[in-house]
C-alpha cells in the first residue's frame, strides 16, 4: 500500500536538490566570467539573483570587475553592496577597490 503524499516529497528533495545545483552551477560560472573577464556573461549571470549562500560574491564580482575597467560603476550599486553586506570581507574589500581608484 502506498503511503499518501509520499512521492511529493520525494519530488520536493529531488526538486531542492536540482535547484541547489543549478545555483552552484551559476555561482561557479560567475567566478569563471570574473577570472576571464566576460563581463557580458558575468552581467548575465549577476542579474538573475539568487537565494544561496555565496550570492554576494557575484555581486562583488561584478562591481569590482566595473571598477577594474575603470568603468563608471554606479554608485548607488556601490553603496547598496556595502550596506547590504556591512562588515563583510567583500564589503571591506571592495570598498577598498572603490577609494584606490
Known amino acids: 500500500m502506498k503511503k499518501k503524499g509520499g512521492g511529493s516529497l520525494l519530488g520536493l528533495l529531488v526538486g531542492a536538490t536540482a535547484w541547489a545545483q543549478s545555483g552552484d552551477d551559476r555561482i561557479l560560472a560567475a567566478k569563471e566570467a570574473a577570472r576571464t573577464g566576460n563581463r557580458v556573461q558575468l552581467e548575465a549571470l549577476a542579474a538573475a539573483i539568487e537565494t544561496h549562500p555565496l550570492e554576494p560574491y557575484v555581486q562583488y564580482w561584478l562591481l569590482s570587475n566595473r571598477l ?4 563608471p560603476a554606479p554608485e548607488v550599486d556601490l553603496w547598496a553592496f556595502l550596506q547590504r553586506e556591512n562588515g563583510s570581507l567583500l564589503a571591506e ?3 577598498g577597490e572603490w577609494l584606490t581608484r
Do not use: K, T, V
Open 68 to 71: 577594474a575597467r575603470a568603468e
Open 93 to 95: 574589500r571592495l570598498r
